[in-house]
């Protein structure tokens, strides 16, 4: 694969995982059932920003890790990777404790102040989102810290100059024909001076 195609891979990889992250924190993780005797029985859904709201602040920090590959170089890219992969296992952790942990009714706010939650929290598969969306970013952290030697930056034309190029000074040039034994006087305007006697 060539170097230009894995900082795409990455890169697409990033910005995928930001917006899985994104979608997850906007769908139903968990439906709670409620009992009261004032409203009977009702059921609360409960989305991914109520249940795990870190996972938002993630979806962000791909896209921004966007920015950050593609403006540095291969030493703070590497540091860059594996921030992402702690990142992307965080976020796997986040998942996995939904799906195969215990239902979290705490965070739901009760439809009276008498209900009290029955029976156990029904999952969805939201949460599957998160976990492809942290392998994404697991990927991609790996992937920076590997290839961040090979992977092409910005370019030398966005950074400064090192040195400034100085304009050639006409007259400098014509004294330094005449120290060299050659009479610039005897040339036609923007011709080579030839060889030196």
Known sequence: MSPARRLAVTVLSLLLAGLL??????????????AGSLRGPVTVPVTGA???????ALGLAAVAAVAALLATGSRVRRVLGVLVALGGGWALWLAVSVLFG?????VVTPPSTDAVPI????????PLLAALAAVLLLFAGVGTVCWARVMPGMGRRYGAPATARAAPDPDREWWTALDSGDDPTLRAPGTDPGPTR
């Open 21 to 34: 992250l994104w979608v997850c924190t906007r769908t139903v993780w968990l439906r709670v059932d409620f």
């Open 50 to 56: 109520q249940l795990r709201p870190e996972l938002g």
């Open 119 to 126: 029976g156990v929290p029904l999952r969805t598969g939201a």
């Open 102 to 106: 215990p239902g979290s009714a705490a």
